[in-house]
Every structure is written in structure tokens, then in C-alpha cells.
């Protein structure tokens, strides 16, 4: 049986392997330890293992975890579905919400941060498969919804995120892949001025070598860090 630490440090020699080998600094990549419905212990041994960037789905349960495990030198990103009414506790707990998906979201999120005195780091997602059962604004409404977050004083869009449908082949989701650096570009094109635009949260366990290929700055991996999830 491998350990988290073999596993962490195989995906982290596949990143370093695969950028360098298309031509990017690998340190451009980030890889984010998906570690949802894993536990307390589970995590800790994420961290000893040297992840510091953890990913969460339930805003409950990550609340419980966070409580315990602390900020202290790890980034919490959020990455599941948020509901508006949620918006609060993803503020308060999360540096980066990788989910927005609309501007009812946005807007809630920039008063809760606002409360606090926060400039909250968000995500863009995209539905980019355009599945009715994925989260994400539309791809035809993904410039739009933009537009309306640069407005926002306490939000700083960092990038968008996505989450291709499932292929057991990865290079089947090189197509989606690009197609988000597409938007990205349109959406740098017009210079916005709260809006770094510089990530692309894309890649999970499957398909994370074939994100990095296509520009991804933050690759979600949970399965192959952790295994199977409980
Ligand atoms: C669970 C999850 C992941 C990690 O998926 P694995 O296939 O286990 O690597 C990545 N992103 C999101 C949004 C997830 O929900």
C-alpha cells in the first residue's frame, strides 16, 4: 500500500515532469489536495506530507475541519457547489471560492467580505461541457458575469475554473481545456481592472497531465492523494 506521502510525491515529480516537459516553470502550477470527506487525521497527514493547498466541497464539514486544523500556512480553497445563503461561511473560512457561478453569488459574496473588511479572492466557473448536472455559468455568459464581478469592490477575480465531463480517456478533455483558455482570453481582453485573471483551476486526478498542457495553474487532485473517497 502506498502512503499519502508517496502519493503526494509522485503527483508532485508527474507536475514537474509534465510542465517541464511542455515548456513551463512548474512552479506556475499548483496542485491543490482535494480532501473532501476525508478526515482530520487524513489531512494532517496531507500536511506532514507538505500540501498547502487543501480543497473542500461541504461548507459544514470544512468549517468542522478548519476549526481544528487551522489556517497557519495552509490555503483553503473551496471548491464545491455554494449556495448564497452559505456565501458567509466561504468567506470567513476559504482564501480562494473557485465556484461563482452567478451574479446573485458574486454579489452576496462581496457583502459578506465586506463585513469583514476582506477583498476575497474568487474563481469563475464555466460550465464548460454545458452538462445539467455541473455547476457553472454558461459559456456565453462567462464574460458577461465578469463584467459585473469587476464591479464588485471586495471580490478580486483571480481566473476561472472548470470541471470538463468525465472521459476515461484524458485527452478527450483537451477540447474543454482550451476552450477555457479561450474565455480567459476574451475576458483579459478587455482589461479589467480588479480582475488578475492569472489562474486556471483545471485537472483533477484523470486528466490533471493534459491541464497542465493547456495552461492550468491549480490542479484539483483528491483520488490520487488520498484514494478512494469514503
Ligand atoms: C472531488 C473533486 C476533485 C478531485 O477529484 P479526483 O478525481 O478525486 O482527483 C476536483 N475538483 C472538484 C470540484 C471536486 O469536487
Redo the contacts with the bound molecule.
Sequence with gaps: MTTIKDNFDGINKQIMDTAISCGRKPDTVQVIA?S?RKSVETVMKGIQAGAKHF?E?YIQEAIEKINIIGKEGICWHF??HLQSNKAKFAVKYFEYI?TVDTLKLAKEIDKQAKKIDKIQKILVQVNIGKEETKSGTGIEEAIELTKQINTFENLSLQGLMC?PPYFSDPEKARTYFKLLVLIKEKIIARKMDNASMEHLSMG???DFKVAIEEGSTMV?????IFGK?D
Design positions: 482535494v473532501k480543497g466541497n471548491i464545491g473557485h470541471m483533477m486526478s484523470n484539483r487532485i483528491g483520488t490520487s473517497r
